[in-house]
């Protein structure tokens, strides 16, 4: 088997981890899909742990066995991107899967990521591997949920409300489905998650939901929220979701905008947009959040239970 260099001359391409695991399997088949769409090749990740125990026929015998059965996952991994018409590279790499990943991502154009690998964590929790990846890749990074049967149940929607034209309606109400769904935040358009939202629904035919939620009004009274905030909060918030959704048209009038204004908890309402939307994107830190950081509260909140596809992109530093 070809094990591919890194280099910064490297071709872009789509980085896939794979550890022989069943969510490795469903992150690969997602990344081939998204290496269609994109014409790029996937480029298969494969990392095994290196020891040292001071005797050195034991730790020999332990590589040759790690190594080997590495290798037999990504020889398994390259024929089935083969047999989808897809070009794939491998990179076998000792040690610390999460930093290979990370390493690979740089000039790469995407990572796709199981939830949960081999050994990973708690049901409906998001795994280590997973987590550092899309803390620190060098690009957007797509979360695969589990397959359907091992999906967490769905979420409530609390007392979370969607503000329309002719009133409030419950956050459950509101249908994602054929959308991309982005969360903003203060940042506005200057979001990098909104233009690679931008991107990913111009380049798969889906139509793009902008969404605004105030938290802050949630832990309030329902009668101040009514007589005081409500009305001014949409119109503020309808005003500026609709200069972007201008500002978006003016480059892609193609693609159709939508915008919904909650009331609620932000990382409960994109949780409960996972259900149904195509892919659910955020990014690695908020307007809040600081260099160092793993991920905001709000992008870790929604990654742990999310039911859909998640992308995280990298937020520029603070």
């Given at each position: 088997m070809t094990t591919a260099p890194r280099d910064n001359n490297q071709t872009s391409a789509v980085i896939v981890g794979i550890d022989g695991s069943d969510q490795a399997r469903h992150a690969l088949q997602r990344a081939l899909e998204e290496a269609r769409a994109l014409e790029l090749p996937v480029r298969l990740v494969g990392a095994y742990p290196v020891i040292g125990v001071g005797d050195p026929g034991l730790e020999q015998r332990f590589t040759e066995a790690v190594t080997k059965e590495n290798a037999e996952h990504l020889a398994e991994a390259r024929e089935l991107a083969q047999q989808a018409g897809v070009q794939a590279e491998t990179v076998?790499?000792?040690?610390?899967?999460?930093?290979?990943?990370?390493?690979?991502?740089?000039?790469?154009?995407?990572?796709?990521?199981?939830?949960?690998?081999?050994?990973?964590?708690?049901?409906?929790?998001?795994?280590?591997?997973?987590?550092?990846?899309?803390?620190?890749?060098?690009?957007?990074?797509?979360?695969?949920?589990?397959?359907?049967?091992?999906?967490?149940?769905?979420?409530?929607?609390?007392?979370?409300?969607?503000?329309?034209?002719?009133?409030?309606?419950?956050?459950?109400?509101?249908?994602?489905?054929?959308?991309?769904?982005?969360?903003?935040?203060?940042?506005?358009?200057?979001?990098?998650?909104?233009?690679?939202?931008?991107?990913?629904?111009?380049?798969?035919?889906?139509?793009?939901?902008?969404?605004?939620?105030?938290?802050?009004?949630?832990?309030?009274?329902?009668?101040?929220?009514?007589?005081?905030?409500?009305?001014?909060?949409?119109?503020?918030a309808e005003q500026k979701l609709a200069e972007i959704s201008r500002e978006i048209a003016a480059e892609h009038p193609e693609l159709e905008v939508e915008h919904h204004i909650f009331v609620g908890r932000p990382a409960r309402i994109l949780m409960r947009a996972t259900d149904s939307a195509e892919l659910v994107v955020v990014g690695s830190r908020g307007i809040g959040g600081f260099r160092g950081l793993l991920l905001g509260s709000v992008s870790q909140a929604v990654l742990e239970n999310a039911t859909g596809s998640v992308m995280v992109v990298p937020s520029h530093p603070a």
């Open positions: 076998e790499a000792g040690g610390d899967a999460a930093k290979a990943i990370v390493e690979q991502s740089e000039g790469a154009a995407l990572v796709v990521m199981g939830k949960r690998g081999r050994g990973g964590a708690l049901r409906g929790r998001l795994g280590s591997v997973s987590a550092a990846v899309a803390a620190h890749a060098k690009c957007p990074v797509i979360i695969v949920p589990e397959a359907s049967e091992d999906r967490p149940a769905r979420h409530g929607g609390g007392g979370d409300m969607a503000l329309e034209p002719n009133g409030p309606v419950k956050v459950d109400e509101i249908d994602f489905s054929g959308r991309v769904v982005v969360g903003l935040d203060a940042l506005g358009a200057r979001n990098p998650a909104l233009w690679q939202a931008v991107e990913y629904a111009r380049g798969h035919g889906s139509k793009l939901a902008l969404v605004s939620v105030n938290g802050a009004l949630s832990g309030t009274p329902s009668w101040f929220q009514d007589e005081f905030n409500q009305a001014r909060y949409f119109h503020e």
